[in-house]
């Protein structure tokens, strides 16, 4: 199986900041990577696919970097409603396989 | 808009069979990659696997031994059964919807809690 790795595990920040999740494959998945948010009691919501194409409907502030290995989501300016869980989840070879998430909390 | 919908026991007692069912709106459900993944409470996501177009289904090695996931066209519906379950199994159930196998989790049920407990 891929092992999928984000970093940092919690993240504090304030609104308005940047802020920078990290997701490492243990091998290479070329763009095959996903971002979802996550928040309390509801189901994943995906932001983008094939490591950097935005999913319709989601703010432009998000965005996905890298292949191979190393990937990024960044939000240019964080907003209220973007305090949430956020997954990585490769699709490049079976079984699929998420990272264990990134919490954003409030700084 | 497509819609998933999962339906099923929230209680199954350990060594039994956790069945689930995933109601598809909104669209047929022909073609695409239907989906179950998992999350226990407080932890990560994890895939149990698909089938597509009622073909062979796909099925996460991990649980391969224990899962079985079926389509019925005429319902518009897809299926898990998870059998000789532990309180390991104790999750949120979500179904899934694939555009294709290159294409993420777009379009996700709002999740079933399943408690294996006696």
């Known amino acids: 199986d891929i092992q999928m790795t984000q970093s940092p595990s919690t993240l504090s920040a304030s609104v308005g900041d940047r802020v920078t999740i990290t997701c490492r494959a243990s091998q290479s998945i070329s763009t095959w990577l996903a971002w979802y948010q996550q928040k309390p009691g509801k189901a994943p919501k995906l932001l983008i696919y094939?490591?950097?194409n935005l999913e319709s409907g989601v703010p432009s502030r998000f965005s996905g970097s890298g292949s191979g290995t190393e990937f990024t989501l960044t939000i240019s300016s964080l907003q209220p409603d973007d305090f949430a869980t956020y997954y990585c989840q490769q699709y490049n070879s079976y079984p699929w396989t998420f990272g264990q998430g990134t919490k954003v909390e409030i700084k | 808009q497509v819609q998933l919908q999962e339906s099923g026991p929230g209680l199954v007692k350990p060594s039994e069979t956790l069945s689930l069912t995933c109601t598809v709106s909104?669209?047929?459900?022909?073609?695409?990659?239907w989906n179950w993944i998992r999350q226990p409470p407080g932890k990560g996501l994890e895939w149990i696997g698909y089938?597509?177009?009622?073909?062979?289904?796909n099925y996460n090695p991990s649980l391969k031994s224990r899962v079985t996931i079926s389509v019925d066209t005429s319902k518009n519906q897809f299926s898990l059964k998870l059998s000789s379950v532990t309180a390991a199994d104790t999750a949120v159930y979500y179904c899934?919807?694939?555009?294709?196998?290159?294409?993420?989790?777009?379009?996700w049920g709002q999740g079933a809690l399943v408690t294996v407990s006696s």
């Open positions: 899934a919807r694939q555009t294709s196998g290159w294409y993420p989790f777009a379009y």
């Open positions: 909104g669209g047929s459900i022909s073609s695409y990659y």
């Open positions: 094939k490591a950097s």
């Open positions: 089938i597509y177009n009622s073909g062979s289904p």
